[in-house]
């Protein structure tokens, strides 16, 4: 008997069945060792001796395969072929020889780059031995991380409280969208104007601009205003034409490269609209496969690679699909050959592709993200061995009479789509170019203008980085790998250092805050050319060219001495470091030029950063007398003296009098005062200058409601949430658009945005789309239903949702195995399970015996709480 050891159930699954009997295939569910989330788990006084822990849910797992390891014959690792997969080998291999499980049996590496049985059966044929480099590059890496998000983030949390982490990679990822930020802030608009006419020349009138004017050619900013403009116009009026030149040149596209991990993340989010993290996750599923004909198989090969070649197999095939689907003109005379500019590009894997270019999109019953993302996969790798479009620019100079006036016109045609037909990439900022077709216009002829227009135009700041411009900007900066852009950009969203508007990232307050102390205090540890050159490094040491505890010796030698002489500084001069730091931020001038520091409340007062728990906001100098307090940032033409506590009236229902008043997250009203008065935020958009006693008292009497349904009579309620205003029913979430529509949106309106809501509509918090109805749960009598998730299909009973295993049909799962589903689930501390009603008091046995537990548990260590929130990723 062999024992395969893999990643997944679901690879597991499959590859058994390619194997025969001969083989048991067990799953080690992924890593199944880590770093203790505690200090000492990287001891850099021990050579960087290293603890880990096996996982709680691992170590089952693990017993198993050591218990088959024991009457095996060979042992064959077969994880993912990659730095991570390597390294969950030698974990697993690990633990096995602390087990003494191996015994006599022969232990292999094997790897394959798509779980199709060809490819299966070729790498059993072809075993290796751990490649014990990639091991070393994997644990510099972890070891890095560790010491840099232990390291630094207590640091963090004493000198910058409310601050949750910072990390190797994340913190440089944070500082790309902060600094972008700031060069949004510091653009100066220009104003600018152009010249366009309508142009005849014995032929179909088409559109020439103005590049000529009074014998000079025209740059962008050189006609600055109106007056300027109207007077270029009126000479293009005027103007009697003639076509000085036509050119025409031919031109050609090549096919973009089929996708690597960062092109996958980037095209996907460009068109499909999918975050890094959901690419990753529908790419998982189509590598792992679906059935096709009662067989598990592989749709694409392996997703986490640098590598833009692909097998000759593939390419042999993708050549023949080509022919048959779009005729031999679009097949070019040899296949073509990529080759990736990367350094050690992932250990020169393929670049993913489908396992079968024969198995076209429309061939298969994919859903959902997998459809989508597949037929992005296929058409990427068939474009990629498609002809060249063929292109024709053409480019109409037109000048006037007497030399001084110039106008020209380009358009382009496309000759031949070649792989155009198929595929065209997207891009995140579009240019404008122009694509239509030009009359056949003879040069010399007459030209005469119809019509001419000044337009105003104003330039743009660099747009704020989506997923896509991020990943990219990252890759060529040489920050991070791949196959750790996804987790990276999650960990920021999740530490609420930025945000998303409009698919793009907008720093919070507490990520410029982070990005402002690490820049100061830490500056070489967040500049982009030592985290490129350090990951350079990390590939050295993988590629076998460096010592991994060399490199480790070397950068902690540095950073130690970094965070000893930032230990000494006491938080009073950190936060004078940062108010400088940030002065254009915090402190923005006013139009009065007046003092921006002082403060609005007492005028003696100055303002300044401050710390407190909940992290960092702007206060007086002169507290406790005076408590005027605000955000860290303002919104632009905020009135700071209006942002103080002021009373806006009495409530005529109450009595009690409505006060505005500044707070650490911005200004908010309140209804007379107490222990728990009622308050309510400025919705966005809300000046505090503006507030009166009828805007206050319309937030506080939110939410309202609306009227009865006429479906069930159940209420309609409006109100402003986290996302927003919105109108709710039963469950039911529907975003209203404006923030005014809250106070008088009617029945009728709600009742059909929450009709268009339930249809799958826009707006609103989302509910999961039912796939099947199994009935009631015999328990308790409660409805058991399978609904689509946006990470797959799962089962839900009350509060306690159970994934539905991957590779089962959902639509054919039965009550039963549902419900043991949800057993499973809940057993495992999944969902908010109601207490049966017999158990609702507690006996008081039970009771007595919880006490010494929760005495004893106040007596643990007081550091090991926090120690958990410095677990950082890269």
Known sequence: MNVVVVESPAKAKTINKYLGSDYKVLASYGHVRDLPAKDGSVRPDEDFAMSWDVDAKAAK???????????????????????????????????LQKKR?????????????????SAVTEAMANPRD????????????????????????PVLWRKLPGSRSAGRVQSVALRLIVDREVEIEQFKTQEYWTVDADVSAGADPFVARLVKHEG????????????????????????QFKVASVEKKPARRSPPPPFTTSTLQQEASRKLGFSAQRTMQAAQRLYEGVDIGGETVGLITYMRTDGVQAAPEALTEARQVIGGLYGKEYVPEAPRQYRTKAKNAQEAHEAIRPTSLARNPGSLRLEGDLARLYE?????????????????????????????????ATGQVVLFDGYLAVYEEGRD????????????????????????????????????????????????????????????????????????????????????????????????????DFTAALEEKLDL?????????????????DFQGAVAEIGELRVTEVLDKLNEALGPLIFPPKPDGSDPRACPACASGQLSLKTGKFGAFVGCS?????????????????????????????????????????????PYVQLGEGDKPKRSSLPKGWSAAAMDLDKALRLLRLPREVGKHPDDGKPITAGIGRYGPFVEHAGTYANLPEVEEVFDVGLNRAVALLAEKRAGGKGGRTQAAALAELGAHPVDGEPVRVLSGRFGPYVKHGSTNANVPKGADPTALTLDEAVKLLAEREAKGGGKKKPARKAKAAPKAAAAEAKPKKAAAKKSPARKAPAKRAKVEA
């Not at 198993?64 to 030698?90: M, Q």
């Open 130 to 153: 751990l490649d014990m480099e990639l091991v070393d590059a994997y644990l510099a890496r972890r070891a890095l991380d560790y010491l840099v998000g232990f390291t630094l983030s």
């Open 376 to 408: 992005l996969i296929w058409k990427r790798m068939i474009a990629s061995q498609m002809e060249n479009a063929r292109i024709e620019r053409t480019t109409i100079e037109l000048e006037s009479a007497d030399g001084k006036t110039g106008l020209r």
């Open 101 to 117: 499980a191996l015994k006599d049996a022969k232990v292999q590496r094997v790897v394959f780059n798509a779980i199709t049985k």
């Open 429 to 528: 900022d579009p240019e404008d170019e122009e694509s239509g077709r030009l009359p056949q216009v003879r040069e010399g002829a007459e030209a005469r203008v119809q019509a001419a227009r000044a337009d105003q135009h104003f330039t743009e700041p660099p747009p704020r980085y989506s997923e896509a411009s991020l990943v990219k900007k990252m890759e060529e900066l040489g920050i991070g790998r791949p196959s750790t852009y996804a987790s990276i950009l999650s960990v920021l969203r999740d530490r609420a250092y930025v945000r998303m508007d409009k698919n793009r990232f907008v720093p919070e307050d507490k990520g410029r805050l982070v990005t402002a102390f690490l820049e100061q205090f830490f500056n070489r540890y967040v500049e982009y």
């Open 622 to 666: 002169n507290y406790p007398e005076c408590r005027f307090t605000r955000p860290i940032a303002q919104a632009d033409g905020e009135d700071e003296g209006a942002s103080g506590d002021r009373e806006l009236g009495i409530d005529p229902v109450t009595g009690e009098t409505v006060y505005l008043k500044a707070g650490r997250f911005g």
């Open 541 to 557: 040491v993988s590629a076998g060219e460096l010592d991994w505890k060399v490199l480790l010796r070397d950068f902690w030698k």
């Open 61 to 95: 797992r693990l017993s198993e395969i050591a218990e088959a390891a024991k009457g095996a014959d060979k042992i064959i690792l077969a994880t993912d072929p990659d730095r991570e997969g390597e390294a969950i080998s030698w974990h697993v291999l690990e633990v």
């Open 216 to 239: 000079k050619r025209l740059s962008k900013f050189d006609l600055p205003n109106e007056a300027a403009a109207m007077a270029a116009k009126a000479a293009v009026q005027a103007g």
